[in-house]
């Protein structure tokens, strides 16, 4: 009976946990290549990555650098980053990425993902501050 339980949780972990996983390349790939936006000051090419929602609340590109340079200034220019875990938290994608900031502190930013026809977009980050061990 122990055999067959196991089995069954196994195969609902594999039917479940695969479309997730299917996501984890485009997903890392839309916010890495936001990042690298920032990175070369191309706001408009940033801009397009967040979602329609975050671009109707900000406008423009411009106070959308604000924005973020002001609030995720770990983002603008990171030191150095690292994708953790992909989950699905409240029915929404969820991204974990890690992030070292160039003073060298180390934050977890959480980035709320969503699909349209366009592909991934970027709805919206929370900060945390990593603790020891993270890295």
Known sequence: MKHIIFALCVVAGVAFGTPIRAQEEPIRAVISAQIEAFEADDLDAA????????????????????????????????????????????????????????????????????????GWKINGVTIRRATAGTA
């Open 47 to 118: 801009f397009t990555y967040a979602s329609p929602t975050i671009q109707r609340m900000f406008g423009t590109a411009q106070n959308f650098e604000t924005m973020v340079k002001n609030g995720y200034p770990m983002v603008w220019r990171p030191g150095d980053l690292k994708f953790l875990a992909l989950e699905e938290r409240g029915g929404l994608l969820w991204q974990d990425v890690l992030v070292r900031d160039l003073q060298g502190a180390l934050h977890i930013l959480e980035y709320q993902m969503q699909q349209d026809d366009a």
